[in-house]
């Protein structure tokens, strides 16, 4: 295996095997073993060969070319057995609902997962509470309890908990939620969303006010300005990055089983809606290993070649990223049945639905590979084009396995019921999580993401990792202008801004995330979202003198663009919590 010194760093630090006393006690290539093997062994409830795939799996792992969540590099053959990257619990108006899902969330963060929670159903600050004839304390109150234990599990310390909690905003408290975050240290292990309604967007567009409604009665208790609620998102946006905005009725439309349940939260990242109770794997696709070395090797810009379409079509190795889209949805699926989950409940729906999450990193890298600057009109055309791509093989592979081993439980009665739609294994096939350690460990661009920087330093348990953006360095050397002077610049600057030696057509090639206007941040979304089963985990830079204005305009153009959610981060705004959201939960 070709891994770098970063990678070794992290995959040192939270995947390989410890004894008891904290000592190494495997190596890369056996991890990916003890993975391989475990995820092949499904095999044998299908009567497949378990061998066969053994060696399949190890070998795309391997050459980086596909990796799964880290819960499964991490548990794959231990006793924990925890596999799935994102769940879903429910929060209903009830100390037994509200403290039960604490104790489900603490064993899911325990085993490395993420959690996500709608506290909709809780009834409002100050409500009556009729068995007691005392007053709600309303959902922050229980937002910060949450918190608190989040804090004290801190996942065994492999990694940092993760929760995402939404409140939708026709909840009577929904102003102290969207503001919660502007006072230091609050709810530092959430991400925060709102849950928007189709309702409100209208509202809003009109000028008019909405009904808050109390969950627990179900009646109208008030009605605000819904310009007002949204200038308040805005501010705390631009103020701290939180909260996103998900659409929540947008991501119900898209629900594959609206006979099991509503979809009222999602991971904390933000790009897998889930039903309470649901769980998904994911995977991802390292894109960059799928250019044509031919391609690699010529180094041409898309300025100098034609502007038609299909520019890039010969240069992408279609049949290579085809098989192995069928090896990884078949790893995912099988991922299902080893999984060892930490609730009963979980495992229903989990085996229920099958939902698995094939997605893709090293975007940035195959636009750079191919030439094509991130925010060209034809890197947002070949987006659609291999994600079209990608959904379409792996629903072939899910229809495969389908009919080697059946369509997932659920099925009667879902939006595949019908002879208009193939009989799938998988209610979901498709996510782009936003791959913030795995990416690291396949030496490649995170998720859909642009470049974050040309050099930068990362922090991970304590380790800081330098990184370098090796194709920069590579084209600069083997076009002739490079320099340790130059060499210098950049490490310093972390873009080329204002480099001299570098030419125009380099720099537009490696513009960095804070070099690209939102609005084509929120393009890329899209183009993405409209192949994607579940969501994109997206974020929508922008620099620190961004204003109120700019994250407002991103929130309506995200809605108008067909997303499924938004995240802004505003650089130079210290709020730890939000960087889960792009971090370290894939």
């Not at 567009?205 to 998102?233: C, H, W």
């Not at 947002?380 to 009919?403: D, P």
Request: charged content about 25%.
């Amino acid at each position: 295996m070709e891994l770098t010194e970063n990678a070794l760093k992290v995959l040192q630090a939270r995947y390989l095997l410890k004894d008891e006393k904290g000592n190494i006690i495997e190596t890369p290539e056996e991890m990916f073993k003890r993975v391989a093997k475990t995820i092949a062994s499904a095999e044998k409830i299908y009567g497949g060969n378990p061998e066969e795939l053994e060696v399949k799996f190890f070998e795309i792992m391997t050459d980086l070319r596909f990796l799964p969540n880290s819960p499964t590099l991490m548990n794959a053959g231990k006793d924990l057995g925890q596999l799935a990257a994102c769940f879903v619990l429910p929060v209903k108006d009830s100390m037994n609902s509200i403290f039960d899902s604490l104790k489900n969330a603490a064993l899911i963060l325990q085993s490395g997962g993420g959690t996500g929670f709608s506290f909709s159903n809780l009834r409002p600050r100050a409500d009556i509470v009729r068995s007691t004839g005392g007053i709600a304390s309303g959902p922050v109150s229980f937002m910060r309890i949450y918190n608190t234990a989040t804090e004290v599990i801190k996942q065994g310390g492999a990694r940092r908990g993760a929760n995402m909690g939404i409140l939708r905003v026709d909840h009577p408290d929904i102003l102290e939620f969207i503001k919660i975050k502007r006072s230091e240290g609050e709810l530092t292990n959430f991400n925060i969303s709102v849950a928007v309604t189709d309702e409100f967007m209208d509202a809003l567009k009109n000028d008019e006010e909405y009904n808050l409604i109390n969950p627990r009665s179900g009646q109208t208790i008030g009605r605000l300005k819904a310009k007002a609620v949204f200038d308040e998102m805005v501010a705390s946006a631009w103020e701290t990055g939180d909260p996103g905005i998900v659409f929540i009725d947008r991501i119900n439309k898209a629900n594959p089983t609206p006979h099991i349940g509503t979809m009222e939260s999602t991971n904390p990242c933000g790009e897998q809606p889930l039903l309470p109770y649901e769980a998904c794997v994911l995977g991802s696709i390292n894109l960059s290993k799928y250019v044509k070395q031919s391609t690699v090797n010529s180094h041409q810009s898309i300025t100098k070649t034609s502007n038609r379409w299909p520019v890039t079509s010969d240069k992408i190795d279609w049949d290579f990223l085809s098989k192995d889209i069928k090896t990884a949805v078949r790893f995912l699926d099988n991922a299902i049945d080893v999984n060892k989950y930490p609730v009963p409940e979980i495992e229903t729906m989990h085996k229920g639905n099958r939902k698995i999450g094939l997605g893709v990193m090293g975007w940035a890298d195959m636009l750079i590979l191919l030439g094509i600057p991130y925010n060209h009109k034809n890197a947002f055309r070949l987006a659609k084009e291999l994600m079209r791509f990608i959904s379409n093989a792996a629903r072939h592979a899910s229809s495969e396995l389908a009919e080697q081993r059946g369509v997932f439980p659920n099925f009667k009665g879902s939006i595949y019921d019908s002879h208009a739609m193939p009989r799938v294994r998988n209610a979901t096939t498709t996510t782009i999580a936003p791959t913030g350690t795995l990416s690291l460990i396949a030496d490649c661009s995170s998720g859909i993401e642009p470049l974050f920087a040309l050099a930068f330093k990362r922090l991970i348990l304590e380790t800081e990792l330098h990184e370098i953006n090796k194709y920069f360095f590579e084209i600069a050397r083997r076009k002739g202008f490079y320099t340790e002077e130059l060499k210098n610049k950049v490490i310093k600057r972390g873009n080329l801004r204002g480099i001299k030696e570098v030419s125009s057509e380099i720099k537009r090639l490696f513009k960095t995330a804070l070099e690209i206007p939102p609005e084509d941040h929120i393009e890329m979304q899209a183009c993405f979202q409209e192949y994607t089963d579940n969501a994109v985990s997206k974020t929508i830079n922008m620099s620190y003198r961004a204003k109120k204005e700019d994250v407002e305009k991103a929130f309506l153009l995200a809605y108008e663009k067909g997303c499924k959610g938004i995240t802004v981060f505003r650089s130079g705004t210290p709020r730890i919590g939000t960087l889960l959201r792009f971090a370290d939960t894939d």
